[in-house]
């Protein structure tokens, strides 16, 4: 997803000159194209977060859309008060980018997990909030919030994620995207969850379930038509995602709350208690119920969860 | 603007007036935040900063960071009565609906960041003037901290990405009143020697004494101090500065000031001016 990225942003760079890239020391092998190709509106800004989100709102006071890159919890959590207070609050042209969100650092231990992001940023006043499900997601959402003022907060996963997206999408701001219809029950994934969810949904399709499949890759705002949508006419839904509480799953289950529409709901998600061990995406996932086999499974029993509740309904 | 050295000094002290009052009506708190800069405050806007409050968002115009947010009032009183917005509404400092809150928040003409979390103010203006330096424009980013706010790590990062990118088109000014929230400066965390260690993270420093007015002026004028160096000017002042009840006294961060003490006030500062 990140080469996606920087490709995408190299683009829009060379049509728009407001662009600037700003690091936080990180991004070897990735940000070179970008600073050979534009040096002036480039910055390493060295390892203090904090300065350097400061410096990206100072830029944007000035007219630049600024995009600020570092991995995980890096841009995001050191200098929290920086996005909320000068970012979100002045309404400014920052866009700040986190590679290797959720588990993607997995054996690096969970000071790289970036996994309370999506519930954190959430929180911000003004700030849209889009974790792209495959590197086509990552290009479009890209270029989604470079034309759009204000802030925004982009989830990447890192390299070799899957491309789900054979075919062209169509990618709008606030939107999902439908990937399969279907009645029985809906799959909705945010960020780099949707290989998974989609191999989950090929496995409940050949054991007879007609499944939804939905990309969220937008956080904020949420495509609440959508979720309703699916409550209405699905009757069972489950949020997939790389995250603790406070991202897709709280979100959906508000919606669907505000809605009224009674649904069998069960959000995937991370626990309350840190992963502390060492292993892969895949393996830590796993952990939490979030292998492709656990969602099946997970969307097997909240299937005949909801039949029998109502089967005694009817009776 | 060409404000004799005399008039500066009136105008510091009627700013110290304008906010003794705000603070008064409003039951607010930081005057002694607000007195100990009022004379850097009055220099900056009438003799030092290009600014036009008639254009307040001129692209050339020099950009001013309150990062002492707490010390809104009295900023808020300069804009005022240097023309971005009617006197009168500095009554409504504080006030339900009121644009002017205890800390300063932008929308207010003339501001250009809210601040009140300390720590944030250099590192924005690093930004602009780095985008300054990089547009090659020709106008300086000045930024006000307090000396209490230098224990900030996010202000240390930003005194290191200065001098790395040459940004001579800054000025810090540090309103160095040796008192902080809860206690001396020296006490809590002692900045000294806060010049030397400036230079040694390859800044120009200079030191003034933040109530002498020609001081003021003339150093000011002076930035860059250096070529290719941010400028920092640490204003050795007294927090409470101008009414001697409030003078070096820590309470006066917190107290907001009787009918009486108001009158008492007034009539130094009348004196004084």
Same mark, same amino acid.
């Given at each position: 997803?990140?080469?996606?990225?920087?490709?995408?942003?190299?683009?829009?760079?060379?049509?728009?000159?407001?662009?600037?890239?700003?690091?936080?020391?990180?991004?070897?092998?990735?940000?070179?194209?970008?600073?050979?190709?534009?040096?002036?509106?480039?910055?390493?800004?060295?390892?203090?977060?904090?300065?350097?989100?400061?410096?990206?709102?100072?830029?944007?006071?000035?007219?630049?859309?600024?995009?600020?890159?570092?991995?995980?919890?890096?841009?995001?959590?050191?200098?929290?008060?920086?996005?909320?207070?000068?970012?979100?609050?002045?309404?400014?042209?920052?866009?700040?980018?986190?590679?290797?969100?959720?588990?993607?650092?997995?054996?690096?231990?969970?000071?790289?997990?970036?996994?309370?992001?999506?519930?954190?940023?959430?929180? +911000?006043?003004?700030?849209? #909030?889009? /974790?792209?499900?495959?590197?086509? &997601? @990552?290009?479009?959402?890209? =270029?989604? %919030?470079?034309?759009?003022?204000?802030?925004?907060?982009?989830?990447?996963?890192?390299?070799?994620?899957?491309?789900?997206?054979?075919?062209?999408?169509?990618?709008?701001?606030?939107?999902?995207?439908?990937?399969?219809?279907?009645?029985?029950?809906?799959?909705?994934?945010?960020?780099? +969850?949707?290989?998974?969810? #989609?191999? /989950?949904?090929?496995?409940?399709? &050949? @054991?007879?379930?007609?499944? =939804?499949? %939905?990309?969220?890759?937008?956080?904020?705002?949420?495509?609440?038509?959508?979720?309703?949508?699916?409550?209405?006419?699905?009757?069972?839904?489950?949020?997939?995602?790389?995250?603790?509480?406070?991202?897709?799953?709280?979100?959906?289950?508000?919606?669907?709350?505000?809605?009224?529409?009674?649904?069998?709901?069960?959000?995937?998600?991370?626990?309350?208690?840190?992963?502390?061990?060492?292993?892969?995406?895949?393996?830590?996932?796993?952990?939490?119920?979030?292998?492709?086999?656990?969602?099946?499974?997970?969307?097997?029993?909240?299937?005949?969860?909801?039949?029998?509740?109502?089967?005694?309904?009817?009776? | 603007?060409?404000?004799?050295?005399?008039?500066?000094?009136?105008?510091?002290?009627?700013?110290?007036?304008?906010?003794?009052?705000?603070?008064?009506?409003?039951?607010?708190?930081?005057?002694?935040?607000?007195?100990?800069?009022?004379?850097?405050?009055?220099?900056?806007?009438?003799?030092?900063?290009?600014?036009?409050?008639?254009?307040?968002?001129?692209?050339?115009?020099?950009?001013?960071?309150?990062?002492?947010?707490?010390?809104?009032?009295?900023?808020?009183?300069?804009?005022?009565?240097?023309?971005?917005?009617?006197?009168?509404?500095?009554?409504?400092?504080?006030?339900?609906?009121?644009?002017?809150?205890?800390?300063?928040?932008?929308?207010?003409?003339?501001?250009?960041?809210?601040?009140?979390?300390?720590?944030?103010?250099?590192?924005?203006?690093?930004?602009?003037?780095?985008?300054?330096?990089?547009?090659?424009?020709?106008?300086?980013?000045?930024?006000?901290?307090?000396?209490?706010?230098?224990?900030?790590?996010?202000?240390?990062?930003?005194?290191?990405?200065?001098?790395?990118?040459?940004?001579?088109?800054?000025?810090?000014?540090?309103?160095?009143?040796?008192?902080?929230?809860?206690?001396?400066?020296?006490?809590?965390?002692?900045?000294?020697?806060?010049?030397?260690?400036?230079?040694?993270?390859?800044?120009?420093?200079?030191?003034?004494?933040?109530?002498?007015?020609?001081?003021?002026?003339?150093?000011?004028?002076?930035?860059?101090?250096?070529?290719?160096?941010?400028?920092?000017?640490?204003?050795?002042?007294?927090?409470?500065?101008?009414?001697?009840?409030?003078?070096?006294?820590?309470?006066?961060?917190?107290?907001?000031?009787?009918?009486?003490?108001?009158?008492?006030?007034?009539?130094?500062?009348?004196?004084?001016?």
């Amino acid at each position: 997803m990140r080469t996606a990225f920087i490709e995408e942003l190299i683009r829009l760079a060379e049509e728009d000159e407001r662009i600037w890239l700003v690091c936080g020391d990180l991004g070897y092998s990735v940000l070179e194209t970008f600073s050979n190709r534009f040096p002036r509106r480039y910055l390493n800004a060295g390892v203090a977060e904090q300065n350097m989100t400061g410096v990206a709102a100072g830029l944007a006071l000035m007219g630049k859309t600024v995009f600020t890159y570092s991995i995980a919890n890096f841009p995001v959590m050191r200098c929290l008060e920086q996005i909320r207070n000068d970012v979100c609050y002045h309404n400014l042209n920052v866009k700040v980018v986190a590679v290797g969100g959720g588990l993607a650092y997995g054996s690096h231990g969970y000071t790289h997990h970036g996994v309370e992001d999506l519930a954190v940023m959430s929180a +911000m006043p003004n700030i849209s #909030v889009v /974790a792209p499900g495959d590197p086509v &997601e @990552a290009r479009a959402v890209t =270029r989604i %919030v470079a034309s759009r003022p204000g802030p925004a907060y982009i989830r990447l996963g890192k390299a070799g994620e899957p491309v789900v997206h054979s075919k062209e999408i169509d990618v709008r701001y606030g939107k999902a995207i439908i990937l399969r219809e279907g009645n029985d029950l809906t799959l909705i994934s945010i960020g780099g +969850m949707l290989a998974n969810t #989609v191999c /989950a949904a090929d496995k409940l399709a &050949e @054991a007879g379930y007609s499944v =939804r499949v %939905v990309s969220m890759p937008f956080a904020v705002p949420l495509d609440d038509a959508v979720i309703q949508a699916a409550a209405v006419e699905t009757g069972v839904i489950l949020t997939v995602e790389e995250h603790g509480f406070g991202g897709l799953g709280t979100a959906v289950g508000e919606s669907i709350a505000r809605s009224g529409h009674a649904v069998t709901f069960v959000p995937l998600r991370l626990g309350r208690t840190p992963i502390k061990t060492s292993g892969t995406q895949e393996q830590l996932r796993a952990l939490y119920g979030l292998s492709t086999e656990a969602i099946v499974s997970s969307a097997e029993n909240a299937y005949l969860h909801c039949a029998s509740t109502s089967q005694r309904s009817e009776k | 603007m060409s404000q004799t050295i005399d008039e500066l000094r009136h105008l510091a002290n009627r700013l110290r007036a304008d906010a003794v009052h705000m603070v008064h009506r409003s039951r607010a708190s930081h005057l002694g935040s607000c007195l100990s800069m009022a004379d850097i405050v009055a220099c900056l806007y009438w003799n030092t900063l290009r600014v036009n409050p008639k254009q307040p968002d001129a692209h050339n115009r020099d950009r001013f960071i309150l990062s002492k947010g707490h010390a809104a009032a009295i900023i808020y009183a300069a804009l005022a009565e240097r023309g971005f917005f009617p006197v009168s509404e500095l009554e409504t400092y504080c006030e339900f609906g009121s644009r002017l809150t205890g800390h300063i928040t932008s929308g207010v003409p003339g501001v250009e960041l809210s601040s009140g979390s300390l720590g944030h103010g250099l590192p924005v203006g690093c930004g602009i003037a780095l985008a300054g330096k990089r547009e090659e424009s020709s106008f300086r980013t000045v930024v006000l901290c307090s000396d209490g706010e230098l224990d900030e790590g996010s202000n240390w990062e930003a005194v290191l990405f200065a001098p790395q990118h040459e940004l001579d088109n800054l000025l810090l000014i540090v309103d160095y009143n040796k008192v902080q929230s809860f206690g001396r400066v020296k006490e809590v965390l002692d900045l000294d020697p806060l010049a030397d260690k400036f230079r040694a993270f390859r800044w120009a420093a200079r030191e003034v004494d933040g109530h002498n007015m020609q001081q003021l002026v003339d150093t000011f004028a002076a930035i860059p101090f250096e070529p290719n160096k941010p400028s920092v000017v640490i204003a050795h002042t007294i927090k409470g500065k101008g009414v001697s009840f409030m003078e070096d006294d820590l309470a006066w961060h917190y107290k907001s000031p009787t009918a009486e003490q108001v009158e008492c006030a007034l009539q130094e500062l009348e004196g004084v001016a």
